[in-house]
């Protein structure tokens, strides 16, 4: 099935830094999601975005949808060791109600 | 509010027997409802998706079906299961009055099949 590339795969970060991600593809998506997932849950929503070149903010974390709407990238600033877990992003595929996920960022906090 | 259930949490099925893992929605009508499956450390993988009653949309060629008897019932099913359908199913609702409503997941079953 259809993936959406995300990168980094893995990341160490020490306690306080900023964190940056970002997932691309070859398709042109309407709307883009970031999620994150706790072990042995299901995925939260964190932000979603709607339209190319859209910047949204929900508290320390900050997201923007690609000009291109080919790519999407999600920053997390000051981070705490409550960040730990498993980011993905999603995009919905144009005149479709399907939403195809990113293969994912796994994030680990060093306090 | 908006609540999505599903059950069990986990389960553990040998080879060949069949399976039936359910999700309903509570609090909104006409909901879009998905199933998605996760491998191990892997991202999430389409296996269907409904928009209305009895409508289902099937992504993946695969040993699953799914139906939607109800408008905020979905149900998964196999007739017999197969080693490689372990992993971590996940349903998920979107605003069916909204194009590009976000998805809003349950808390997943663990599937093991022995």
């Known amino acids: 099935g259809q993936q959406l590339n995300q990168s980094p795969q893995s990341m160490f970060i020490q306690e306080g830094e900023d964190v940056s991600m970002n997932c691309t593809s070859s398709?042109?998506?309407?709307?883009w999601l970031w999620y994150k997932q706790d072990p042995g849950e299901g995925p939260v929503l964190l932000i979603a975005l709607y339209k190319a070149g859209e910047l949204t903010s929900n508290g320390r974390l900050t997201a923007q949808f690609g000009i291109t709407r080919k790519d999407s990238f999600l920053n997390i600033s000051a981070s705490i060791p409550s960040d730990v877990g498993i980011y993905f992003c999603?995009?919905?595929?144009?005149?479709?109600?399907?939403?195809?996920f990113g293969t994912g960022t796994r994030l680990k906090v060093l306090a | 509010s908006q609540t999505i259930h599903q059950w069990p949490a986990t389960l553990v099925q040998p080879v060949g027997s069949p399976l039936s893992l359910e999700c309903t929605v509570e609090?909104?009508?006409?909901?879009?409802l998905y199933w998605y499956r996760q491998a191990a450390g892997r991202g999430l993988q389409l296996l269907f998706y409904s928009v209305g009653i009895g409508q289902i949309s099937s992504e993946v060629p695969q040993n699953l079906s799914a139906s939607r008897p109800q408008d905020r019932q979905f149900i998964l099913s196999s007739k017999k299961l197969l080693l490689s359908d372990s992993g971590f199913y996940l349903c998920a609702w979107s605003d069916g009055q909204s194009y590009n409503s976000p998805l809003h997941f349950g808390n997943g079953t663990r599937l093991t099949v022995t």
């Open positions: 999603a995009g919905q595929l144009g005149g479709t109600y399907k939403y195809i």
């Open positions: 609090g909104t009508s006409n909901p879009n």
């Open positions: 398709s042109i998506f309407n709307t």
